[in-house]
T-cell receptor, first 115, second 117 residues
Framework: NAGVMQNPRHLVRRRGQEARLRCSPM?????VYWYRQLPEEGLKFMVY????????ESGMPKERFSAEFPKEGPSILRIQQVVRGDSAAYFC?????????????FGPGTRLLVL | AQSVTQLGSHVSVSEGALVLLRCNYS??????LFWYVQYPNQGLQLLLK??????LVKGINGFEAEFKKSETSFHLTKPSAHMSDAAEYFC???????????????FGQGTILTVHP
């Protein structure tokens, strides 16, 4: 059973470009979480999605960031008009059900560098 | 709202020595607690979790943690460190916090464990 897949693993963008980060959850998992890890910091929750629905986006910056999890295909985290402060590691996690005690399985992350 | 504090951003031990990584949480409702490990340039891997079944939780790779409600702590220990334990360790909490908590994890700042030969 393949784990959580994220691509690309590394992404370099210039200021003002768009970044698209993809996450394929584990097989059978329909719950996806995105987290951001800034340098020297822990992971911070961004958004929680189920298929075709955004359930909790309380951690998403108000502008330039969006996320989706379509019926078919991976979850996408999209950052428009990137700035240097967006440089970070972005991790996706998935779980089979929603429960507070449910284990979230993490992907290897996408490391975004904005020049 | 819940929060996690990990005391000590860096811990250094000798191979074979006791490993103790500290985690204190804040939550107004019963929490679920997790320890994850992150190796360089990799994702997070679950070591163990507390789900209220037992206060002493055993995880993978010889790690264990004890939930102490009176001290609001969930410290991670391993009797004998191995070189392969060198990594960054994160404590996280999940707790119901109203309408939109939905199981999102709140992480501590992380502790980098160095193991010396």
């Amino acid at each position: 059973n393949a784990g959580v897949m994220q691509n690309p693993r590394h992404l370099v963008r210039r200021r003002g470009q768009e970044a698209r980060l993809r996450c394929s959850p584990m097989k059978g998992h329909s719950h996806v979480y995105w987290y951001r890890q800034l340098p020297e910091e822990g992971l911070k929750f961004m958004v929680y999605l189920q298929k075709e629905n955004i359930i909790d986006e309380s951690g998403m910056p108000k502008e330039r960031f969006s996320a989706e999890f379509p019926k078919e295909g991976p979850s996408i985290l999209r950052i428009q008009q990137v700035v240097r402060g967006d440089s970070a590691a972005y991790f996706c996690a998935s779980s089979p059900v929603y429960r507070l005690q449910e284990t979230q399985y993490f992907g290897p992350g996408t490391r975004l560098l904005v020049l | 709202a819940q929060s996690v504090t990990q005391l000590g951003s860096h811990v250094s031990v000798s191979e074979g020595a006791l490993v103790l990584l500290r985690c204190n949480y804040s939550s107004s409702v019963p929490p679920y607690l997790f320890w994850y490990v992150q190796y360089p340039n990799q994702g997070l891997q679950l070591l163990l979790k507390y789900t209220s079944a037992a206060t002493l939780v055993k995880g993978i790779n010889g790690f264990e943690a004890e939930f102490k409600k009176s001290e609001t702590s969930f410290h991670l220990t391993k009797p004998s460190a191995h070189m392969s334990d060198a990594a960054e360790y994160f404590c996280a909490v999940s707790a119901y916090a109203g309408g939109t908590s939905y199981g999102k994890l709140t992480f501590g700042q992380g502790t980098i464990l160095t193991v010396h030969p």
